[in-house]
């Protein structure tokens, strides 16, 4: 089935997908962003990352493209068009198109969208998560407001690729005072060995991700006891557990930082055990 984007309202073949060379996103990276997971065809908690879509546009004044209604109608039919029973739906909304100038365009400039959807093997997702997956730790040089889903994803992008380098999947970056704030593309927890889970409070340091949210209800489910804190690279080498959570691998144990093993080198019974049940306290639709 060939692949088909939605751009600025019209279905696409990809070969044909483009925006304008003076789109803000291109230029400034001047838009944000939600990857939504699908399964079964289904998309998963749409409704809390358009919820997320709405509070990045409005903390960078950028208009919403289209009413949430029609928003939910183009998401399903471009995973509908590619035919996506496992995998991502992408979505971008950038500033618009406009004479390069930094300042915000002229009022009126319609903001630009852009949605794409790809499929993503749930078995080779599983077989990392059977297996554990190594982080590496990179400085936290981003900005101040990476709450936003902003899509200048520079720092990211080099984090991610210095992992890959090291034969890891994931980069945690870690503040000034040594603190772990998230992944490269993930929020970071800790299991300790009182069997309290940690993970960083959802301030202006770090993405509150939408599986993050969700797994705070799984956490209360399983009588496993939360705590919002910062962590130490050293905790964390030191911790019973580690692991990650993003939309696209739910939950993901760590079993190497830095080529330390985490525990005893395998995927973690906590971790594992909330893996296993994650699916039921999302909402699909
Ligand atoms: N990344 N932190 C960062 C920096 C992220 O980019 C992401 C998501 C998360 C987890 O958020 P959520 O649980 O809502 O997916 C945390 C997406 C998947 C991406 O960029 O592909």
């Known amino acids: 089935?060939?692949?088909?984007?939605?751009?600025?309202?019209?279905?696409l073949p990809h070969c044909d997908a483009a925006v304008h060379v003076e789109d803000r996103g291109y230029q400034f990276a001047d838009g944000v962003y939600e990857v939504c997971e699908v399964r079964g065809g289904r998309l998963i908690d749409e409704r809390r990352h358009m919820e997320r879509l709405v509070r990045s546009l409005s903390e960078l004044r950028i208009a919403m493209p289209m009413s949430l209604r029609a928003?939910?109608?183009?998401?399903?039919?471009?995973?509908?068009?590619?035919?996506?029973?496992?995998?991502?739906?992408?979505?971008?909304?950038?500033?618009?198109?406009?004479?390069?100038?930094?300042?915000?365009?002229?009022?009126?400039?319609?903001?630009?969208?852009?949605?794409?959807?790809?499929?993503?093997?749930p078995a080779r997702t599983e077989r990392f998560a059977a297996e554990g997956i190594a982080v590496?730790?990179?400085?936290?040089?981003?900005?101040?407001?990476?709450d936003i889903k902003s899509i200048a994803l520079l720092p990211n992008v080099l984090a991610k690729q210095a992992a890959r380098e090291q034969g890891a999947r994931e980069?945690?970056?870690?503040?000034?005072?040594?603190?772990?704030?998230?992944?490269?593309?993930?929020?970071?927890?800790?299991?300790?060995?009182?069997?309290?889970?940690?993970t960083r409070k959802a301030d202006?340091?770090?993405?509150?991700?939408?599986?993050r949210t969700v797994l705070l209800?799984?956490?209360?489910?399983?009588?496993?006891?939360?705590?919002?804190?910062?962590?130490?690279?050293?905790?964390?080498?030191?911790?019973?557990?580690?692991?990650?959570?993003?939309?696209?691998?739910?939950?993901?144990?760590?079993?190497?930082i830095d080529g330390q093993p985490v525990g005893n080198g395998a995927p973690g019974l906590v971790a594992s055990a909330l893996r296993a049940d994650f699916g039921r306290y999302t909402e699909k639709s």
């Not at 089935?1 to 279905?11: K, L, P, Q, W």
């Not at 035919?83 to 618009?96: E, K, M, S």
């Not at 590496?136 to 990476?146: E, I, K, Q």
């Open 217 to 256: 209800e799984v956490l209360k489910a399983h009588d496993l006891t939360l705590v919002e804190r910062p962590f130490t690279v050293a905790e964390a080498m030191g911790a019973r557990e580690a692991f990650i959570t993003s939309a696209s691998q739910t939950v993901m144990p760590v079993v190497r």
């Open 1 to 11: 089935m060939s692949r088909i984007a939605y751009v600025n309202g019209r279905y």
């Open 71 to 121: 928003l939910s109608v183009v998401l399903h039919e471009v995973v509908r068009r590619n035919g996506v029973r496992d995998g991502i739906v992408y979505l971008q909304v950038t500033r618009g198109v406009a004479k390069r100038d930094h300042a915000f365009p002229p009022n009126g400039t319609r903001p630009a969208i852009v949605v794409t959807a790809s499929r993503i093997d």
């Open 136 to 146: 590496v730790t990179v400085p936290d040089n981003r900005w101040d407001r990476v």
């Open 204 to 211: 202006h340091s770090i993405l509150k991700g939408i599986t």
């Open 171 to 198: 980069a945690w970056f870690v503040a000034s005072d040594g603190t772990v704030t998230e992944g490269s593309s993930s929020n970071a927890w800790i299991v300790t060995a009182g069997r309290e889970v940690v």
